[in-house]
Nanobody, 125 residues
């Protein structure tokens, strides 16, 4: 399974970006997918997750109400729509996936088997 993240870039505070993560090698519908980010000098942390089946979606508190995770099974692609971006959102963003993620661990990077290469988002003030 391979994940290819794209869509990062430089944006002003208050702006929007949409990240994409194209999955190849497996059917996306059978996987729980997530986005993590790693700000400069900090550890990788949870941003959002979407459980297989599509009914359970979770966000970290800092992005709740601003970011939206979604997927398009026909294109085998996961998206992260980011609105009202803040300088604190500056980070490398990674998509991740796994066929076996349980609710108690979905915010942990260790729960995910497959990772994309990361895409840099820079938000200027």
């Amino acid at each position: 399974v391979q994940l290819q993240a794209s869509g990062g870039g430089l944006v002003q505070a208050g702006g929007s970006l949409t990240l994409s993560c194209e999955v190849s090698g497996r059917t996306l519908s059978g996987y729980t997918v997530a986005w993590f980010h790693q700000p400069p000098g900090k550890e990788r942390s949870f941003v959002a997750s979407l459980f297989r089946g599509g009914s359970n979606i979770y966000y970290s508190d800092p992005v709740k109400g601003r970011f939206t995770i979604s997927k398009e099974n026909a294109k085998n692609t996961v998206y992260l729509r980011m609105n009202n971006l803040e300088p604190e959102d500056t980070a490398v963003y990674y998509c991740a996936g796994s066929a076996r993620v349980i609710l108690s661990s979905h915010r942990s990077h260790s729960a995910y088997t497959y990772w994309g290469q990361g895409t840099l988002v820079t938000v200027s003030s």
